[in-house]
């Protein structure tokens, strides 16, 4: 009797301890899904955190815009930065919806190359007021209050064509300046730079220009009515050196390529050729490479809410001064052909002097 009531009593026990048992692998289960899903979770939140970029391109028709998207988002990406590129195609409508459009996608940071540089103050203001940093590339957004300037010392290189072309011409005479788009600001401090050097030269202005939309087509037409004009001229101050493919070419139908005294900006690879041919006497060499690149770390740094290093200037943009990295260009010439533009492997020996055996 004592025996089956003992019995009875340890199975009650055993009932309970496998009771006790299934709640704590109930619990377990629970507690092990519950980290599944925090984990997930994090994983995804991580994900989140990715940064994200946006940058909205003017458009692509200046070959160097191509150069700088490549390099822009070959290092975002290098940095884990995811990167949105939105290209306008010369449309400043078009280039304020998609900058709306990235607002809305809500990216972290927002680099814009501006098709005009006073249209996009209002959306530039709007991405900031979202929270999002904003970074004006190479082109200076006006009144907009950007987090970041990236660009060139703009005004150098209008030094440095004046300077050119003051040693090629040291008997002075007539020029003309076929120029960029008005409604980029760096024409207008490139123009000072190079008005400021030839003031007190024998070189004298006689007819200016400038092509909309940096449609440098619009240069021929600018030339053959500069030359029914001023038939004399002794050299040609261009915006860049696709406008200076198109000086040249007129230069060359009127028999005058290499007697007039050309000079352009970007270091583009045709450029380099007419210097080597001698039809170009010389290009203001700005690094993509080196501003793309720099703008691109400087975006995820941005992002992160890291402090801005090595950025020792800055510039008016209508609201205040704002934080100016600037990068100084180069006279490539004849001369230093090699050093510059061959050696650092922006253009390979064999592209730029394709045309001239190399002496």
């Known amino acids: 009797m004592s025996t089956e009531k003992g019995w009875d009593e340890m199975k009650k026990w055993i009932s309970i301890f496998l009771a006790l048992c299934m709640l704590f692998l109930m619990c377990s289960c629970s507690t092990a899904q519950k980290e599944t899903k925090q984990l997930s979770a994090e994983t995804e939140e991580e994900k989140e955190r990715t940064v994200k970029i946006g940058l909205s391109c003017d458009s692509f028709v200046i070959e160097r815009w191509i150069r700088d998207r490549d390099v822009f988002v070959a290092t975002a990406k290098k940095l884990g930065a995811e990167v949105n590129v939105q290209n306008a195609n010369g449309s400043v409508k078009e280039q304020i919806s998609q900058i709306q459009y990235l607002i809305d996608k809500s990216v972290d940071v927002l680099v814009v190359i501006a098709g005009d540089c006073s249209e996009l103050s209002d959306i530039m203001r709007a991405a900031k007021d979202k929270g999002i940093k904003t970074i004006s590339y190479d082109r200076l957004i006006l009144n907009a209050g950007t987090d970041l300037y990236v660009s060139f010392n703009n005004e150098r290189v209008g030094t440095l064509m004046g300077q050119s072309l003051k040693k090629n011409i040291p008997e002075g005479g007539e020029i003309f300046m076929i120029q960029g788009s008005e409604e980029d600001s760096n024409v207008q401090v490139v123009r000072k730079g190079f008005e400021e050097e030839i003031k007190d030269s024998n070189l004298k202005v006689v007819y200016k220009a400038n092509c909309d939309g940096w449609i440098a087509e619009q240069a021929v037409d600018y030339m053959e009515e500069a030359l029914k004009k001023y038939p004399d001229v002794k050299g040609v101050m261009c915006g860049n050196d696709d406008i200076a493919s198109q000086v040249v070419r007129v230069l060359s139908e009127h028999r005058l390529a290499g007697k007039v005294k050309v000079v352009g900006q970007d270091g583009d690879l045709a450029a380099c050729q007419r210097i080597v041919e ?49 990068i100084q260009p180069i006279a490539v010439t004849k001369d230093n052909m090699d050093e510059i533009i061959v050696d650092a492997g922006v253009h390979s020996e064999e592209d730029v002097y394709l045309n001239v055996p190399k002496k």
Do not use: C
């Open 278 to 326: 001698g039809t170009q006497t010389m290009t203001a060499f700005k690094s993509v490479e080196i501003l793309a690149k720099a703008a691109a770390r400087y975006a995820v740094r941005m992002a992160k809410g890291e402090k801005l290093d090595r950025v020792y200037s800055s510039i008016m943009d209508g609201t205040g001064e704002i934080p100016f990295f600037m």
